[in-house]
């Protein structure tokens, strides 16, 4: 660690650079900082000179970043958010009392089934705290260890991270979906089937991949992939009128199958559940703000398996969820 140059820096222009890259604007970025116009203008004035970069330039009647700009982004905002948790932490935490708020990163499958849960939890104990919710994207799961220092953790079914501490959240059943029309394929799948009909998967990469799929692919099954979407939420929808199979989470099934008009089946062979964890960065071990989240969230977690899924009781409940959101596009189950 250079401490000397860092001696040499204004670590405010940080806010300021991640407002002007934000907001891509000095007049909008003044706004969101409550500065005046004349000062934003003199921090990026530093700032170019710093970088040897203009950082903003126009392109018409608006303002866009230069291609050294748009790599100092991303960097700019764990870099902020870093300094936000240094300077959050306290040696006790009064959940009460707290408004503090957190950064989950959560596929749109996992935000579904958890959220109202944890909504609910949240609300009895820490009524002031804010949970943001941001999709888990490839990038992010690329670059898992980074990513871990700028959220506060990530939801993601065990399979994809190792060597990183976590808490056991709940489990779900996967279940192979077909449009309620489709009169090729009657009460039970074959994997014979299986191998010749047209599938919609979620993910289909090395790091970002749908568990169940890898499982069949195990069982000597290559999927006949005619659409890869990554999410999981439009899944059914894509399914629904065309004579294509899925593999989706049972209680995303459960939840969207009428809607969707897609009927779900068995899967033809001894698919592992998914097991969700919430993965975070071993940094947070030791703060009083964090363990509350994860217990928290393991008390939202058992909620979820509390509650009888509902193919097998006959009756759903889909849960609501009153959360701030935000980000990128989409991320592993």
């Avoid at 994997?191 to 069949?216: C, E, H, K, N, S």
């Avoid at 399914?239 to 049972?250: C, F, M, N, S």
Wanted: hydrophobic residues 45%; charged residues 20%; negative net charge.
């Amino acid at each position: 660690m250079d401490y000397a140059g860092l001696r040499n820096l204004d670590l405010n222009l940080v806010v300021t650079l991640d407002a002007l890259l934000s907001e891509r604007g000095v007049t909008r970025a003044a706004t969101r900082l409550g500065v005046t116009q004349p000062s934003v203008s003199g921090a990026l004035a530093k700032l170019r000179r710093h970088f040897g970069d203009e950082l903003l330039i126009r392109d018409g009647n608006r303002s866009v970043l230069t291609p050294l700009a748009e790599q100092l982004a991303p960097r700019t905002a764990a870099a902020l958010s870093g300094f936000q948790r240094v300077f959050d932490a306290t040696p006790d935490f009064d959940a009460s009392s707290s408004a503090r708020e957190f950064t989950i990163m959560v596929s749109d499958y996992a935000a579904m089934v958890l959220g109202g849960a944890v909504t609910t939890v949240v609300a009895q104990q820490a009524p002031h705290v804010r949970i943001r919710l941001l999709e888990i994207s490839v990038q992010a799961m690329t670059n898992a260890m980074e990513t871990l220092r700028t959220v506060d953790g990530v939801v993601l079914p065990h399979g994809f991270l190792s060597d990183v501490p976590a808490v056991q959240l709940f489990e779900d059943d996967w279940v192979c979906i077909l449009s309620q029309d489709n009169t090729e394929v009657g009460e039970n799948l074959t994997m014979d089937q299986l191998a010749v009909l047209p599938w919609v998967i979620g993910y289909d990469g090395p790091i970002a991949f749908t568990p169940a799929v890898r499982q069949l692919r195990m069982h000597g099954v290559e999927p006949v992939v005619n659409v890869i979407a990554e999410t999981f939420l439009a899944i059914p929808f894509l399914v629904a009128g065309t004579d294509q199979v899925a593999l989706v989470q049972r209680r995303l099934a459960d939840r969207l199958g009428t809607a969707a008009g897609v009927r779900q089946l068995p899967c033809p062979w001894d698919a592992v559940p998914l097991a969700e964890a919430f993965w975070f960065h071993p940094a947070f071990r030791g703060d009083p703000a964090h363990a509350w989240l994860r217990r928290a969230l393991t008390s939202a977690g058992e909620a979820v398996s509390a509650e009888e899924q509902p193919a097998r009781r006959g009756t759903g409940r889909a849960a609501s969820a009153r959360l701030s959101a935000g980000g990128a596009a989409g991320g592993p189950a």
